[in-house]
């Protein structure tokens, strides 16, 4: 069973940064739209980012001109760059993708932590 691989995550102080990667376990023939979600402690998962598979970029406004998503459509390989980190950007941040097959895959999800 093939599933999304996320990693970068981890502890930073407000106003650092971190660059999160999520790649496919085994063989993907590629991915349509991907996408950043996360969910904090007690909240629900929400959207941060999406990419098209031409490269256009949606932002959630709480996050714009602070994250940059970006993918490389021939490793099926997604990134966030994280920039000016906020103790409100702590939480698990997951990795989605729509793959051309038509099946959506998630990723496990790593852990964000913005804390002095």
């Known amino acids: 069973q093939v599933q999304l691989v996320e990693s970068g995550g981890g502890l930073v102080q407000p106003g650092g940064s971190l660059r999160l990667s999520c790649a496919p376990s085994?063989?993907?023939?590629?991915?349509?739209?991907m996408a950043w979600y996360r969910q904090a402690p007690g909240k629900q998962r929400e959207r941060v980012a999406t990419?098209?598979?031409?490269?256009?970029?949606d932002y959630a406004d709480s996050v714009k001109g602070r994250f940059t998503i970006s993918r490389d459509n021939a490793k099926s390989t997604l990134y966030l760059q994280m920039n000016s980190l906020k103790p409100e950007d702590t939480a698990v941040y997951y990795c989605?993708?729509?793959?051309?097959?038509?099946?959506?895959?998630w990723g496990q999800g790593t852990q964000v932590t913005v804390s002095s």
């Open positions: 085994g063989i993907i023939r590629g991915f349509n739209v």
């Open positions: 990419i098209s598979r031409g490269g256009i970029t």
């Open positions: 989605n993708g729509l793959a051309v097959n038509g099946i959506t895959y």
